[in-house]
């Protein structure tokens, strides 16, 4: 068995993974039920559409 820290996984996860086109946001419509829906955003936006959280991603 391989053992190793965070650091290690993170950079065997984001290795593995190719997140170009994952793009999705939380919704909830007006009866409280909620759902994901595709938005080509890799950024994090409010319901009016303001910018609110950018991603960032280091290996360093």
Do not use: P
Not at 4 to 18: H, M, P, Q, S, T
């Amino acid at each position: 068995m391989q053992t190793g820290g965070l650091d290690v996984f993170a950079r065997y996860a984001l290795g593995k993974f190719d997140g170009s086109s994952d793009f999705w946001k939380l919704i909830t419509d007006e009866d409280g039920n909620s759902s994901l829906e595709y938005d080509g955003n890799a950024d994090i936006y409010d319901e009016d559409g303001n910018f609110l959280v950018g991603v960032i991603i280091s290996l360093n």
